[in-house]
């Protein structure tokens, strides 16, 4: 527990860093504090504070800096909203960005991320419903089945399934009948549903050859999620990471895989309001110098996607916060009046 003055201190300190990147001195903390203390006494509180592990001492300099913990403990308990109105947030409704066309408010949400922030805007595109117009099974051997599934704009899936039965190629073609006929033109997680009930009525082995089926076409759906990030370059610019030419290339390296930001922008989304993840909590983006701020979008109250912002430590998080809440504020509303 921090008594008031150690909490203003540490306030502080956190802010003058986040301004002007440089280790706090003892000095330069009373006048941002605004505190009638000696300098022995600023440096008793900034020695508990480091023994807390919230502030670090460079070896290089006399200052402090804050550590992942001190920012924590800044961001849980000493930040207060703000209500600045940003210039360009306007654009998400304004021409040129059609409802109608997801993708490109989504595009348009990752650059407007980026460019309000300076770091990089990514954004989880909404999941698209897989829905099939058309299935077909092929017996490969005696267990194995390759699944055709054709979607009702032409797009194809091949899947290969291992079954606990052999089947004949007549009954494979029982199989897909059956499903064309009741099937067509549903979501994946619609047939799932009707088979729970209809079950009974089909053979155990059939049943479970559709079951299968209705799996890899989830699976399938699953991998539709797409990330798109902007204003990766912004990085180079943050002293943080141009200084280690080995640290930037992970960083890339990260978004150009994007497995683990959909990891973290799916975790995100099942959560209320903003998140904030610092210095490698998330265990999604394990780098201790980044800081992500993220946000959940909706269509007529049902979160769809997760958004954000993905910067260093030292970021004004007031800000980060404000410009991940109205984004997802905005790309909700333009989702909402497209359908």
Request: aromatic share 6%; proline share 4%; net charge negative.
């Amino acid at each position: 527990m921090l008594d008031d003055r150690a909490k203003l201190l540490l306030k502080a300190l956190v802010e003058r860093y986040i301004a002007d990147g440089q280790p706090v001195g003892s000095r330069t903390l009373a006048k941002a504090a605004g505190l009638e203390l000696s300098p022995a006494t600023i440096r008793n509180v900034m020695s508990d504070l480091e023994e807390l592990g919230l502030i670090a001492s460079p070896h290089t300099s006399a200052g402090r800096i804050p550590t992942a913990r001190g920012y924590r403990l800044f961001v849980d308990t000493m930040l207060t909203a703000r209500k600045d109105r940003f210039s360009g947030v306007e654009g998400m409704t304004g021409p040129g960005i059609d409802p109608d066309q997801p993708h490109k408010v989504i595009s348009h949400a990752a650059t407007m991320l980026s460019n309000l922030s300076q770091f990089v805007g990514v954004v989880i595109a909404p999941r698209r419903a897989s829905v099939f117009r058309h299935i077909e099974f092929l017996s490969l051997s005696e267990r194995r089945v390759l699944v055709i599934l054709v979607s009702p704009d032409g797009d194809v899936q091949n899947r290969i399934i291992h079954t606990q039965v052999h089947f004949t190629q007549p009954q494979l073609l029982e199989a897909a009948n059956f499903l064309n006929a009741h099937y067509s033109g549903l979501t994946m997680e619609e047939v799932r549903e009707r088979l729970k009930t209809e079950v009974d009525v089909l053979r155990g082995e059939i049943a479970g050859l559709m079951k299968a089926a209705v799996d890899i076409g989830s699976q399938a759906e699953a991998e539709q999620d797409e990330v798109v990030v902007s204003g990766e370059r912004n990085l180079l610019s943050v002293s943080e990471f141009s200084s280690d030419m080995g640290n930037l290339r992970r960083l890339f390296d990260l978004f150009e895989q994007k497995t683990q930001l959909i990891r973290l922008l799916d975790v995100s989304s099942r959560a209320d309001g903003v998140r904030i993840y610092i210095g490698g909590e998330s265990q999604v983006v394990p780098f201790e110098e980044l800081s992500v701020v993220t946000a959940p979008y909706e269509v007529d109250g049902q979160v769809i996607g997760t958004l954000g912002v993905i910067g260093p430590q030292r970021m004004s998080y007031e800000r980060m916060i404000q410009i991940v809440d109205v984004t997802s504020k905005l790309v909700s509303n333009a989702l909402s009046h497209g359908k």
